[in-house]
C-alpha cells in the first residue's frame, strides 16, 4: 500500500475512474497492485486506461515492461496498438511478441508492420530479421509478410472527403473556449488561439482511430502574421496542453505586422458532418484528403522524421456566429506516435 498518490495519478485516476466508487477509492488509497489489474481489466473497451496502468507502475518504481507478462493475452492486442500509437513502442513490442508466441486467435496482420517497424528501430536490424522471421510463421502462407517500415493510419474514412466542423447545440466538441492550454506566439506575444477542439473520444467517427490523443486541437495565432510560417506543437500525455517546440522562421521574420486585435472567441458547442466529395472546396475539414491552394505538402515529423498524416484544414468559415475570418488555409499534420502536431500555411 502507498500512503499517498502523486498528483499526476490521482489526477489520471479522476479522469478515468473504475466501475465502482468502492474499486476507485481502493486505489486512491493505495493500492496500486489491486489498480494496476483492475484498469488493466478494462484497458480492452477503454484504451485510455493503459495511461493509468503505466502512470500506477511508474509510482510502484517498476517498469511497466515487466508487467506485461501478466497482463491477460486477450488484452495484449488493444495494449500492443495503444503503446505503438502513444510512444511506448519497447512495451508494444513485448506485447506484440506475446501474441505471436502464445496466442493462436489474435488478429496479427493489422500491426505486424508496426510491429516491425518498431523492434528495427530499437532494436537493431539483427532482432527485426528474428522478428520477421517469427511474423512468417504466424501469418497465413498465402500473404507475403511486409518489410519494417513505418505506416500511419489516416483519420479519415477513405470513401469520402472527411467532416465538415458545423455549430450545435450539443455537439460533442467546440469551437473557442480553454479546453487545452495554448503556448504564447513569440512573434505578437499574444496566447496561440484553440480556434477548434474535437473529442476524439466522443466522436464515432473520431473514436475508432489508432492514437489515443483525447483531444484534437485546431490552432493558429489570430493577431500577427507569424501563421504563414510552419509551427511544431506537442500535445502533452493528458491532452491539457499544446507546446510549441518550433517556428520555421528567423527573428528577423517574426518582426511581422500585427493584425487587428481579436475579442477571446466565447465557447460553442460544434458537430461533425460528412462533407460531399462533389462540393467539397477551401472550407473547415477534419480528416479526409486535403484541398491544397497550391503545390502538396509533405511535412516529416521534426522528431523521429516519419511522413506525417494530415488530419484537418483550418480557415475561413460563415457557418459560426461570429464568422471565422482567416487568410489563407492552415493545414493540421499529426505524427501520432510522438504526439506532435505540425502547422502548415498556404495563402
Known sequence: MKAKLSPELQKLIKRNPLASSAETDRVFKGDLDFGLLKYA???????????????????????FDQAVANVALDACTGLARWCFSDGRDSVGIVAFRRLLLE??????????????EAVSVAEGEAAAAEARALVTRRLPSKRAVPQA???????????????SPVPSDNGAHSLGGFDIAMPVCPACGVKTRLWLCF???????????????????????????????????????????LILTGIWAGPDELKTV???????LERQSVALEESDTATLSHELQVGGQPLFRREPLNPACPSCKSPMVFIATLTSSNVFRPAIALKGSRYHFACFRCRTLSVLAQV
Not at 103 to 116: H, K, V
Not at 204 to 225: F, I, Y
Not at 258 to 264: C, F, H, K, R, W
Open 149 to 163: 517500415a513505418a505506416v500511419e493510419v489516416p483519420m479519415q474514412r477513405r470513401e469520402h472527403a472527411g467532416f
Open 41 to 63: 481489466a478494462v484497458a480492452g473497451q477503454k484504451p485510455e486506461a493503459w495511461a493509468v496502468c503505466f502512470a500506477i507502475a511508474g509510482e510502484n518504481g517498476a517498469s
Open 258 to 264: 500585427m493584425l487587428a486585435p481579436q475579442p477571446p
Open 103 to 116: 496466442s493462436t486467435t489474435a488478429p496479427l496482420e493489422p500491426d505486424c508492420e508496426r510491429f516491425l
Open 199 to 241: 473529442d476524439i473520444e466522443a466522436e464515432p467517427c473520431l473514436a475508432a482511430l489508432k492514437p489515443v490523443w483525447g483531444l484534437l486541437p485546431m490552432v493558429s495565432c489570430g493577431n500577427c502574421d507569424a501563421w504563414r510560417y510552419r509551427h511544431d506543437y506537442q500535445l502533452d500525455r493528458d491532452a491539457t496542453a
